[in-house]
C-alpha cells in the first residue's frame, strides 16, 4: 500500500489536529488503549467537522472507538486484544443535513489518522447509505493482539462487508 496523495494533503493541512486525534484514539505513547467502553456516558474521541480536500460542499466528522475485543465479540479467548473503529461521516456543510462521501477521501483520511503501518492491516467495515444510495457514513475496523500490534481480524469478525483496506 503506497501513500496516498490526499493523504499527504490531509496530513500537510490538519497536522496538529490529527496529532490531538491520534492522541486520543491510540494514547500518548501511540498505542490503542481500550478507555472506558463498559462506562454508560463516555465521550468519543471527535475530530470535525472539517471541511473535505475534495467537495468544498461537503464537511466530515470522524470519530473514533477502542473497545476490548473480549466485550465487544464476548469471546474470552480474546481477552486483552482490541478493535478500533473509525466512522466518518459526510454532512452538507451549509445545510447541516447528511450528504454523500467524498470517494476515496475516506481512505485518505484514515491514512492520514492511523499511518501507513497501521493502514495495511484495516478493515473496511460497511457504509450506511444516505443520498441516491451513496454512503454517507463509512465504517472502518483495525484489530490489535494484547500488545498493540495489528492483527487479522478474528473469526468472529468474518462478515462480507468487512474488507482489508489494501484490497480495494
Not at 450506511?128 to 494484547?146: E, H
Request: overall charge neutral; glycine content about 8%.
Amino acid at each position: 500500500m503506497e501513500i496516498n496523495a490526499l493523504t499527504v494533503q490531509i496530513q500537510d493541512k490538519y497536522r496538529k489536529e490529527l496529532a490531538d486525534f491520534r492522541k486520543k484514539v491510540l494514547g500518548p505513547e501511540g498505542q490503542s488503549h481500550a478507555g472506558n467502553q463498559h462506562e454508560s456516558r463516555r465521550e468519543l474521541p471527535r475530530f470535525g467537522p472539517v471541511r473535505t480536500l475534495t467537495d468544498s460542499k461537503v464537511d466530515l466528522t470522524i470519530v473514533a472507538d477502542t473497545s476490548d475485543l473480549d466485550w465487544f465479540a464476548e469471546d474470552p479467548s480474546l481477552v486483552g486484544q482490541r478493535c478500533i473503529t473509525i466512522s466518518i461521516a459526510g454532512h452538507h456543510r451549509l445545510m447541516g443535513n447528511r450528504t454523500s462521501l467524498p470517494s476515496g477521501e475516506c481512505d485518505a483520511w484514515v491514512q492520514a489518522i492511523l499511518g501507513l503501518g497501521w493502514t495495511e492491516h484495516v478493515y473496511r467495515a460497511g457504509t450506511v447509505s444516505g443520498v441516491a444510495g451513496r454512503p454517507s457514513t463509512v465504517y472502518y475496523r483495525l484489530f490489535l493482539d494484547a500488545e498493540s500490534n495489528p492483527r487479522e481480524r478474528p473469526e468472529k469478525f468474518k462478515d462480507k462487508e468487512m474488507r482489508p483496506l489494501r484490497e480495494l
